[in-house]
T-cell receptor, first 110, second 113 residues
Framework: RKEVEQDPGPFNVPEGATVAFNCTYSNSASQSFFWYRQDCRKEPKLLMSVYSSGNEDGRFTAQLNRASQYISLLIRDSKLSDSATYLCVVNIPNTDKLIFGTGTRLQVFP | DGGITQSPKYLFRKEGQNVTLSCEQNLNHDAMYWYRQDPGQGLRLIYYSQIVNDFQKGDIAEGYSVSREKKESFPLTVTSAQKNPTAFYLC????????????FGSGTRLTVV
C-alpha cells in the first residue's frame, strides 16, 4: 500500500460546482496533515492544514478521519482559478519529513 | 519578506557536466529539503538536512550531492553520475517536525542538452 494515495483525476467540473477529493494514508501514527495546491510548472503552495476537528477556510473545507485514515478536501462554488493539482501531504512520525501524494488534478470549466 | 529563493530558474547542462542549484532561505528554518519532480509525477526526496553540517540521503540520492555549511543555504550539485537529470527541482524548508508544513522555492528547471 502506498504511504499516501490519491485519485489522480482529472476532475472536470463546471464553475459553481462543489467537488470533493479524498486521500488515504498508511501510517496510523501520523499527526500532521496538509493540502497543498500546485499550478502547472509552479511550486506547491500550502492551501491549508487539516485538524482533527475539521477546518474551513472560505470555500474550502478539510476533514480528517483517523479511524479510517483518510483526509478530504471539499471545494464549494468552484472558480476557474481553482484549476490546479491538489496534493495530500502527511508527516512521517518522529521525523521532519512529509510524504506528498501524487496529486489530484482539478479542471474547472466555464 | 521572508522566503526561500532558488536560482537559476532555468539551467541547461551538457552531458558529463556537474551543475549546482542554489537554495537560500531567510525564514530561520532549521530543516531544508531537495525534491525532484518529473512531468506528471509526484515529488521525490533527494536529500534533506535537519541542522547545519548534517544531511541525509532521501529516496533518490544517487548522482546528487549537497552541503549545509550555513543555516540559510542548501545547494544541490547534480553530478555527471546522474544519468537522467532533466527534471524540475524544488527546494523546501521547514520548522522541526514539519509541523507547519514546508515552504517551497519557485524551483529550477534543469534540461540536459
Amino acid at each position: 500500500r502506498k504511504e499516501v494515495e490519491q485519485d489522480p483525476g482529472p476532475f472536470n467540473v463546471p464553475e459553481g460546482a462543489t467537488v470533493a477529493f479524498n486521500c488515504t494514508y498508511s501510517n496510523s501514527a501520523s499527526q500532521s496533515f496538509f493540502w497543498y495546491r500546485q499550478d502547472c510548472r509552479k511550486e506547491p503552495k500550502l492551501l491549508m492544514s487539516v485538524y482533527s476537528s475539521g477546518n474551513e477556510d472560505g470555500r474550502f473545507t478539510a476533514q480528517l478521519n483517523r479511524a479510517s485514515q483518510y483526509i478530504s478536501l471539499l471545494i464549494r462554488d468552484s472558480k476557474l482559478s481553482d484549476s490546479a493539482t491538489y496534493l495530500c501531504v502527511v508527516n512521517i512520525p518522529n521525523t521532519d519529513k512529509l510524504i506528498f501524494g501524487t496529486g489530484t488534478r482539478l479542471q474547472v470549466f466555464p | 519578506d521572508g522566503g526561500i529563493t532558488q536560482s537559476p530558474k532555468y539551467l541547461f547542462r551538457k552531458e558529463g557536466q556537474n551543475v549546482t542549484l542554489s537554495c537560500e532561505q531567510n525564514l530561520n528554518h532549521d530543516a531544508m529539503y531537495w525534491y525532484r519532480q518529473d512531468p506528471g509525477q509526484g515529488l521525490r526526496l533527494i536529500y534533506y538536512s535537519q541542522i547545519v553540517n548534517d544531511f541525509q540521503k532521501g529516496d533518490i540520492a544517487e548522482g546528487y550531492s549537497v552541503s549545509r555549511e550555513k543555516k540559510e543555504s542548501f545547494p544541490l550539485t547534480v553530478t555527471s553520475a546522474q544519468k537522467n537529470p532533466t527534471a524540475f527541482y524544488l527546494c523546501a524548508s521547514s520548522y522541526p517536525r514539519g509541523s507547519y508544513g514546508y515552504t517551497f522555492g519557485s524551483g529550477t528547471r534543469l534540461t540536459v542538452v
